[in-house]
């Protein structure tokens, strides 16, 4: 597991654990640790002669979620190449050229990007990722193009700030409308997929998140209010209406993508090949109360160490009070 401390990385070495596999993590060793009967190397890739610690050693498997530059993750596979069996690359729907249509499928346009590129945007950086992996070692690589992902461990904060807010109480300012289709795939689903698809010798590209309307913002919400037991009362306001308000989607309110958004495409990928090839995703109710536990437990959402700092998603509570009084809201939406 090239990783394996964070979010998707820690999900896929929880799951190979389950299963009895011998893993071993390769990371910087900044970010907490793997368990303790984990094989734990340490290293750089970005650094001369950072991959030191990969020189010996023969994978099965090799599992990669890199955001950097393409460059590295061309050099781990060309290290790794003569002795390993199947690569797995968590990469993302980003990849594809705008713009993207609605059902976009695995065979659409990607950005362009280098495969030995040093920089570039998060888009740019996985799809000259993808270009390195796949020249190097053909179809041996499974290209995991994943959606939203959430579940315990999170690390950007987009379901633990709903969870926060809705365990604050009081008036919450809910997107709508009530049954826009929300598509994402919890990390542990992803992370069994991934899995299973090295295991069956899958390879290329696989759009990998929850059918469309697995849930709705409105189921996800609602199970929001269970999950935390608190005295929320979700106050539904018309897209249109927080548009003209400045509201900005995805972020200000996270997961909400409205119809008509330049990213709704986001959440209505194709995920035909996926779900013939075993993806199964467990119901909202699970992953937004185990989410709520983890969160309980660990207090805050974690840093993504090594990595740039992001902004913080998610309202401050001045403006939405300030939404709320100004905009006209319903208990549900019209």
């Known amino acids: 597991m090239l990783g394996g401390t964070g979010f998707v990385g820690g999900a896929v070495v929880a799951e190979a654990i389950h299963r009895g596999w011998a893993v071993t993590t390769f990371n910087r060793g900044r970010h907490g640790a793997p368990p303790a009967d984990v094989r734990r190397l340490v290293g750089d890739r970005t650094t001369t002669d950072g991959l030191a610690a990969l ?125 826009l289709p929300v598509q994402y795939v919890d990390a542990r689903d992803l992370a069994i997929f991934l899995l299973d698809a090295a295991v069956a010798g899958r390879g290329g590209a696989v759009n990998v998140v929850s059918r469309p309307g697995h849930t709705t913002i409105g189921e996800l919400l609602s199970t929001c209010v269970t999950a935390t037991g608190a005295d929320a009362r979700l106050r539904w306001a018309d897209p249109e209406q927080l548009l003209a308000a400045g509201v900005e989607p995805w972020n200000d309110l996270p997961i909400w993508i409205p119809s008509g958004h330049d990213y709704r495409w986001m959440q209505q990928m194709d995920v035909t090949r996926a779900y013939a090839d075993g993806l199964s995703c467990r119901p909202v109710a699970e992953t937004v109360a185990d989410t709520w536990a983890w969160l309980r437990e660990v207090g805050s959402v974690p840093g993504r160490a090594g990595r740039p700092a992001r902004e913080p998603v998610g309202l401050h509570p001045a403006r939405e009070a300030h939404l709320l009084a100004a905009l006209t809201t319903h208990p549900t939406s019209r």
Do not use: N
Not at 90 to 115: F, I, K, M, N
Not at 152 to 167: H, Q, S, T
């Open 55 to 179: 020189a010996d050693g023969e994978w099965d498997l090799v599992v990669d979620t890199w955001d950097g530059a393409p460059s590295a993750a061309q050099a781990a596979a060309r290290m790794l190449a003569e002795r390993i069996g199947r690569y797995v690359y968590v990469s993302s729907g980003s990849v594809y050229a705008q713009p993207v249509p609605a059902g976009v499928t695995e065979q659409a346009p990607l950005v362009d990007a280098a495969p030995d590129g040093d920089d570039g945007g998060y888009p740019t950086l996985k799809a000259g990722a993808e270009r390195a992996l796949r020249a190097v070692l053909g179809d041996r690589v499974l290209l995991a193009r994943a959606g939203l992902i959430l579940g315990p461990g999170e690390d950007i904060g987009r379901l633990p700030w709903w969870l926060r807010r809705v365990a604050r109480g009081g008036d919450v300012l809910a997107p709508g409308p009530v049954d």
